[in-house]
């Protein structure tokens, strides 16, 4: 017993080191010249975190919680408030692992608001598409469509690539695509 409780301080000591050495950050990068806020939703109990607004062609970071479990969607400039294509995330789930997919059941008429989610360093696997609808996001409930990464860090595209820009980006190395 005494072994077993000294592991698992151990773990979890080592488990708060790796955390607190390598955050979880959001990156949100704009694709198009429209003005959006991002809505966060936590799951109940988790901490709320605020609004975010992501001007047109530009990105911003978020820090997010440790094991933080929840959702984010996109409100166009001027359009009504309602919840769109989801981001949603699990950080810190099973095995440590960080939890992401693109989901239309909420709104799968969102066509032009969150696209899609991959890791910073890897850029794979990739949930969502830049065009919707697609088969590359949680579409049905039971549709299992989670990925994971061991990446603590996460790109999501959000708005409308132009054909032009879209043409140019499929000619060049993804560290390009999401600068
Ligand atoms: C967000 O993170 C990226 C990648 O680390 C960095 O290049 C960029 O400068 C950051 N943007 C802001 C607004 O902090």
Request: charged share 15%.
């Amino acid at each position: 017993m005494q072994f077993f409780s000294t592991v698992l301080v151990a773990a979890s000591a080592l488990a708060s080191l790796a955390a607190a050495q390598s955050p979880n950050v959001l990156h949100f990068v704009s694709q198009d010249s429209t003005t959006r806020t991002l809505v966060f939703t936590a799951q109940e109990g988790l901490e709320q975190i605020p609004n975010l607004v992501l001007e047109g062609h530009s990105t911003v970071n978020q820090t997010m919680p440790n094991s933080w479990i929840g959702n984010v969607f996109s409100v166009s400039e001027g359009a009504p408030f309602v919840p769109g294509m989801l981001a949603e995330f699990r950080f810190n789930g099973f095995a440590g692992a960080n939890y992401f997919d693109v989901s239309a059941i909420v709104n799968p008429n969102d066509i032009d608001g969150i696209k899609m989610i991959f890791p910073l360093s890897s850029s794979t696997p990739v949930s969502g598409c830049q065009t919707f609808p697609c088969s590359n996001a949680y579409n049905k409930w039971d549709d299992v469509a989670t990925l994971s990464t061991d990446d603590t860090e996460l790109v999501v595209l959000v708005g409308t690539l132009s054909n032009q820009r879209r043409r140019a980006l499929a000619r060049m190395p993804r560290e390009f695509v999401t600068a």
